[in-house]
């Protein structure tokens, strides 16, 4: 079945850093993925729809130059937390869907600390 | 695209009982879809019920949906330790692509 793999699984970083998160489809082409963020116990929160070769589309109350969405491939979106503060610690998971599916396929989340 | 609303919020069994979870939306769907998330990792998706389809089964997994009620159920019979989860639903409409989220519903077998 689709697989997506997330990169890093967790990873901590200094207040006022970036840090990049990777999301890519390994055995079929996404157009579309979604990046979710999820507060501890929590649901998920639609942040954005990552667009291959065009502009993400960002969910009402989410700053894109703070969450900057890059999907220049096919198989590749990512997600860099600009200048992170503790207030964007948190669990990011990207998701996508393959055609013909009809279930979304997610990657297995980064826990981001922000210190 | 619209989201569901689980409930119970919570669940608490004993292992080899059976869980059932329920599932509420406001608009017709195209399909509803259910999906597991254990703690700390991404959700995996169950089961996908079409808006034409009452009921459908996948292993110890029953779900059931009634349009009318606009409500589904999901099923785990003979449950086990490894079930304890947060459980999902997302109702689908319309062109909508995204998927988005209720609470859940977090389910914990005792052993």
């Known amino acids: 079945g689709a697989v997506v793999s997330q990169h890093p699984s967790w990873v901590i970083c200094k207040s006022g850093t970036s840090v990049k998160i990777e999301c890519r489809s390994l055995?079929?082409?996404?157009?579309?993925m979604f990046w979710y963020r999820q507060f501890p116990k929590q649901s998920l929160m639609l942040m954005a729809t990552?667009?291959?070769?065009?502009?993400?589309?960002?969910e009402q109350g989410v700053e894109k130059d703070k969450f900057l969405i890059n999907h220049a491939s096919l198989t590749l979106s990512t997600l860099t937390v600009t200048s992170a503060h503790p207030e964007d610690s948190s669990f990011y998971i990207c998701?996508?869907?393959?055609?013909?599916?009809?279930?979304?396929?997610f990657g297995s989340g980064t826990r981001l600390t922000v210190v | 695209s619209q989201q569901g609303e689980e409930d119970p919020q919570a669940l608490s069994i004993q292992e080899g009982e059976n869980a059932t979870m329920n599932c509420s939306y406001k608009?017709?769907?195209?399909?509803l879809q259910w999906y597991r998330q254990n703690s700390g990792r991404g959700l995996v998706h169950l089961i996908l019920?079409?808006?034409?389809?009452r009921e459908k089964h996948s292993g110890r997994l029953r779900v059931t949906l009634d349009t009318s009620k606009k409500s589904s159920s999901l099923l785990i019979t003979a449950s086990r330790a490894a079930d304890t989860a947060s459980y999902f639903c997302?109702?689908?409409?319309?062109?909508?692509?995204?998927?988005?989220f209720g609470s859940g519903t977090q389910l914990t077998v005792l052993p």
């Open positions: 998701s996508a869907r393959d055609v013909g599916d009809y279930g979304y396929t």
């Open positions: 997302a109702p689908t409409s319309g062109s909508a692509r995204q998927l988005t």
């Open positions: 055995d079929f082409q996404a157009t579309t």
């Open positions: 990552s667009n291959e070769g065009s502009k993400a589309t960002y």
């Open positions: 019920i079409r808006s034409n389809e």
């Open positions: 608009t017709s769907i195209n399909n």
